[in-house]
């Protein structure tokens, strides 16, 4: 199984963007799945997520009320919805899967996508 990121890009403060993340040879329906994400000098940090039923979500304090985490089961395909972008928002995202129950520990996540860049200027 492969996850696969895209939808980053340039765009100004204000502005939004919407990350796919889509799974092949696979799929993610009994997982929890998050986004994260890594700006330079800084660790990776977690984001939001989708428990493994995909019935309750999660997100930082930093990005709650301006980021949307939801999911196609049909098409494997996890999004999330950048609203009010601030020049903070700006790191490379990555989408990555969990076995298990929800949580927000980086290390407790065993696959992930090759991140997309996410850039956001003032």
């Known amino acids: 199984v492969q996850l696969q990121a895209c939808g980053g890009g340039l765009v100004q403060a204000g502005g939004s963007l919407r990350l796919s993340c889509a799974a092949s040879g696979g799929t993610f329906s009994n997982y929890a799945m998050g986004w994260f994400r890594q700006a330079p000098g800084e660790e990776r940090e977690f984001v939001a997520a989708?428990?493994?039923?995909?019935?309750?979500?999660y997100y930082a304090d930093s990005v709650k009320g301006r980021f949307t985490i939801s999911r196609d089961n049909g098409k494997n395909t996890v999004y999330l919805q950048m609203d009010s972008l601030k020049p903070e928002d700006t790191a490379v995202y990555y989408c990555?899967?969990?076995?298990?129950?929800?949580?927000?520990?980086?290390?407790?996540?065993?696959?992930w996508g090759q991140g997309t860049l996410v850039t956001v200027s003032s």
């Open positions: 990555a899967r969990k076995g298990g129950y929800y949580c927000s520990e980086t290390k407790e996540y065993d696959l």
């Open positions: 989708f428990s493994r039923s995909g019935g309750a979500t």
